[in-house]
């Protein structure tokens, strides 16, 4: 009954019942590393990451792509327009070494040197993760605008602001961390 009334006050003067939902999906790419008797682990790993920046090759890494959806309508008075409905859709890849090796003590040393690499990885995925939360939070409480032609901008241009300033947390987060050093992702040559 409390229901009925609350959906009916909310149909009369414009609903503010709106709904959103974070999709997110995490890949894992593995690639081989043969690990041979006499070479170390770093130079194995070195000569078969497909990770490269530039110049730089990296053992690991994630990658993430953020995109929202919205509906949105016209207020009940007709001057406004305001956010209906949001998804915000999270997809992210993380690249990681798979050792064979035939040697106990590098497979060791690997598991070891994996662990802490994940840890850093999950990091990357943190900033983004927090990023599509910003995203929906922010875009859902828009306030309405004039047209709807006028908030789409807005949207747009607010969702690209919060996915540049966790690309900029992801850099940072790289300088402060020497790319997994500081948390043990760290391999001697």
């Known amino acids: 009954m409390y229901i009925e009334r609350y959906l009916l006050l909310a149909l009369m ?5 709106t709904r959103a939902e974070i999709l997110e999906t995490v890949d894992y790419i593995k690639y081989p590393v043969r690990h041979e008797v006499g070479t170390s682990l770093a130079r194995a790993i070195n000569s078969a990451t497909p990770v490269s920046v530039g110049h730089m090759k990296y053992y690991s ?11 949105y309508d016209k207020t009940s008075d007709l001057r406004t327009c305001k956010v209906k409905s949001l998804y ?18 590098v497979i060791a040393q690997f598991n070891n040197y994996l662990q802490a690499l994940k840890k850093h990885e999950l990091g990357h995925l943190q900033i983004a993760q927090e990023a599509a939360k910003k995203i929906e939070s922010n875009l859902l409480a828009h306030p ?4 709807c032609e006028i908030l789409k901008a807005a949207l747009n241009e607010n969702g690209l602001a919060l ?3 966790a690309k900029t947390q992801g850099v940072q987060y790289d300088a402060q961390t020497r790319h997994g050093q500081t948390q043990g992702a760290y391999l001697p040559d």
């Open 13 to 17: 003067f414009g609903s503010p019942l």
């Open 61 to 71: 890494h994630t990658r993430w792509d953020m995109q929202w959806r919205y509906t």
């Open 88 to 105: 915000v859709t999270l997809k992210a890849t993380i690249t990681l070494p798979e050792l064979s090796s035939k040697d106990d003590k």
């Open 144 to 147: 309405a605008l004039p047209s």
């Open 163 to 165: 996915t540049e300033e």
